[in-house]
């Protein structure tokens, strides 16, 4: 564990706490991606030494990715980025379903999914003569897809299943083995969207029973630009982007040699480190909630208590939900990043959370979600000056409150 925090390196002083957002680089992935950004800059389909080096390298980063969550190498399609790869499980598996059966298509998944599920649904239902009937799955007030919801869906035909292991709102972890063993019984495809999930939490695709799993390696300390789709032996996909024939014909482009490169060792480096990082993580975030809960009255916790991600906390303080913007701005300038929601609606600021929203929260409450999301550089020092200043800048906010003294060094309270 390197001693000094990324975010210290980037710029002392500065406490980032933004990991769902994205990551800083570990530097194990710097090391192994230079000589792909430098000398080793061969086409991996070239015939020629330069172009066997590449290709050599991709297939390295093809057994490390698939060691994560227990795949087979030759089940790894590479693409450019989570979004992509949520593309390719959802139209691909849709188009091969049409063209197999000649059916009207119907695609099941959650109201609370990432832009790259949601939109894409809509695309799906807007193409061909009848396009693809879409059902969104409700959520409870802790973030959580109901079983018997999906037995209800799955009375009428359906082609795929889609649910997200990990939010990247709340944080909250979907029960994916209970989902997709269900699925299976009805002999419907299931994909996961594990980019909130992968490198934070053990994930096992045999175990799962998942079809199609979605990965981004910016998530979980790799580069930005590249994600992966694992693709089960056998499952019929039809591809989205056409040319060359590279990744079996899935994904035409030449590959992004030093992406991939850095994938594969930010796959190793989070299977190395996830055991001891879930638990250190874990526990920051439970030092995190009781400063803030003993400080803050008005604070409180979104998402389920205990089915969620290790670093993940978001939470809103209770009639200052219209501050968030101040409060966000006050934090910044503090030298804290974190964020409101996720990264990706962060062009709709001002907008209620959709995910808040699905959960039962009103429009208010749904605009008030601050989210602070941990990393592997991140230190109990930081926790504690992020404490320090936080309850400092909500107190001057709120002359109303006045903040119980935070008793930082307390030792954080055992895991649930
Ligand atoms: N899915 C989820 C759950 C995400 O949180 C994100 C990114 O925030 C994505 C997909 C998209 O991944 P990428 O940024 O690699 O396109």
Redesign the pocket.
């Known amino acids: 564990m390197p001693s000094q925090s990324a975010s210290e390196r980037l710029d002392s002083g500065r406490i980032y706490f933004d990991h769902?957002?994205t990551t800083p680089l570990d530097p194990r992935v710097l090391t192994a991606m230079g000589p792909f950004l430098g000398g080793a800059f061969g086409n991996a389909s070239s015939l020629h030494q330069e172009g066997r080096v590449a290709r050599a390298a991709i297939e390295t980063a093809r057994a490390q990715v698939a060691a994560l969550i227990g795949a087979e190498p030759e089940e790894i399609i590479f693409t450019a980025?989570?979004?992509?790869a949520?593309n390719l499980a959802l139209i691909g598996a849709t188009r091969a379903a049409i063209t197999k059966t000649g059916k009207r298509a119907h695609v099941v998944t959650s109201a609370i999914e990432?832009a790259?599920?949601l939109e894409t649904c809509k695309f799906l239902a807007a193409s061909g003569t009848a396009g693809t009937k879409i059902t969104h799955l409700p959520v409870d007030s802790d973030g959580l897809v109901g079983p018997e919801s999906l037995l209800r869906a799955l009375q009428s035909n359906v082609t795929l299943v889609s649910i997200?292991a990990a939010n990247?709102v709340v944080g909250t972890l979907q029960p994916i083995e209970e989902l997709a063993h269900l699925t299976k019984l009805h002999g419907v495809l299931f994909h996961t969207?594990a980019?909130?999930a992968a490198g934070k939490i053990p994930l096992d695709v045999n175990q799962l029973h998942v079809d199609l799993l979605?990965l981004?390696a910016?998530?979980l300390h790799g580069p930005k630009g590249i994600?992966a789709l694992y693709v089960r032996k056998g499952t019929q996909l039809a591809p989205i982007v056409f040319g060359g024939g590279q990744e079996r014909g899935l994904r035409s482009a030449t590959e992004n040699v030093a992406g991939i490169v850095g994938f594969g060792a930010a796959a190793e480096a989070a299977r190395e480190d996830l055991a001891d990082e879930a638990i250190r993580l874990a526990q920051f975030r439970e030092s995190i909630a009781a400063g803030l809960k003993r400080a803050l009255p008005h604070f409180y916790i979104f998402g389920h208590a205990t089915k969620r991600l290790p670093g993940h906390l978001s939470f809103g303080f209770r009639g200052q939900e219209r501050e968030l913007g101040r409060l966000l701005a006050a934090l910044d300038a503090a030298g804290i990043a974190v964020s409101a929601g996720?990264?990706?609606s962060a062009h709709h600021s001002g907008e209620p959370s959709g995910v808040l929203l699905a959960m039962g929260y009103d429009a208010v409450q749904s605009r008030g979600l601050l989210r602070v999301s941990l990393g592997r550089f991140n230190t109990r020092q930081e926790v504690d000056r992020f404490l320090e200043r936080m309850i400092r800048i909500v107190a001057e906010l709120d002359p109303e409150i006045e903040p119980a003294p935070a008793d930082v060094a307390e030792s954080a309270p055992a895991l649930a």
């Open positions: 769902s957002a980025s989570g979004t992509e949520d990432h790259a599920i997200m990247n969207d980019v909130q979605s981004s910016h998530k994600g996720s990264a990706c």
